[in-house]
T-cell receptor, first 113, second 113 residues
Framework: GEQVEQRPPHLSVREGDSAVITCTYT??????FFWYKQEPGASLQLLMK?????EINEGQGFTVLLNKKDKRLSLNLTAAHPGDSAAYFC????????????FGKGTQLIIQP | DMKVTQMPRYLIKRMGENVLLECGQD?????MYWYRQDPGLGLQLIYI???????SEGDIPKGYRVSRKKREHFSLILDSAKTNQTSVYFC????????????FGEGTRLSVL
């Protein structure tokens, strides 16, 4: 089945700096990806869903890049602010198991003032 | 208002006791999930349900069972809980994963002493 590796597990950046979180996956047929944000003690909130047909997706203050050749998905936060401090998880839809998502192990992001 | 509701939010049980975690959604979503989240491990799929009485094991089903008798309600049952089942349990639901990212509940923090 699909395997997802997420790096780094912990990341600390200063306010205003950029931050990059990367996930690599194993199934070259994967085509549907998600990024979730989880604040301490809270649920997972969807940041963005990405189809394999689109290599660049932009949200509010972040960009998601998909490199299908390298099977790599990255979340790029530009000009980080304290509200970005949270855990971030990538998830990949399994091509074998219907409706299943395989999650990365998460990145704990801390924004320092 | 689209929402996945989990009850209880916090639960303390003794080893060997039975545990019932409940999850509800009012969106008529077909697919529902139970995940557990442990530090450094991300989210691991316990069970997935495609509709009433249509349940499938996830990656870590051992020690758990589920029940779905109504589309809007999905229960996770631990028969004779073990200390290694101490975790945060998340329920999620989605109508169609190709069109909608799974929506997560607030989680249940279970401690088995």
């Amino acid at each position: 089945g699909e395997q997802v590796e997420q790096r780094p597990p912990h990341l600390s950046v200063r306010e205003g700096d950029s931050a990059v979180i990367t996930c690599t996956y194993t199934d070259p047929n994967s085509y549907y990806f998600f990024w979730y944000k989880q604040e301490p003690g809270a649920s997972l909130q969807l940041l963005m869903k990405v189809f394999s047909s689109t290599e660049i997706n932009e949200g509010q203050g972040f960009t998601v890049l998909l490199n299908k050749k390298d099977k790599r998905l990255s979340l790029n936060l530009t000009a980080a602010h304290p509200g970005d401090s949270a855990a971030y998880f990538c998830a990949v839809r399994d091509t074998e198991g219907a409706d299943r998502l395989t999650f990365g192990k998460g990145t704990q992001l801390i924004i320092q003032p | 208002d689209m929402k996945v509701t989990q009850m209880p939010r916090y639960l303390i049980k003794r080893m060997g006791e039975n545990v019932l975690l409940e999850c509800g959604q009012d969106m008529s979503h077909e697919t529902m999930y139970w995940y557990r989240q442990d530090p450094g491990l991300g989210l691991q799929l316990i069970y997935i349900s495609y509709d009433v009485d249509s349940n499938s094991e996830g990656d870590i089903p051992k020690g758990y069972r589920v029940s779905r008798k109504k589309r809007e309600h999905f229960s996770l049952i631990l028969d004779s809980a073990k200390t290694n089942q101490t975790s945060v349990y998340f329920c999620a639901s989605s109508w169609d994963i190709n069109n909608q990212a799974p929506l997560f509940g607030e989680g249940t923090r279970l401690s088995v002493l």
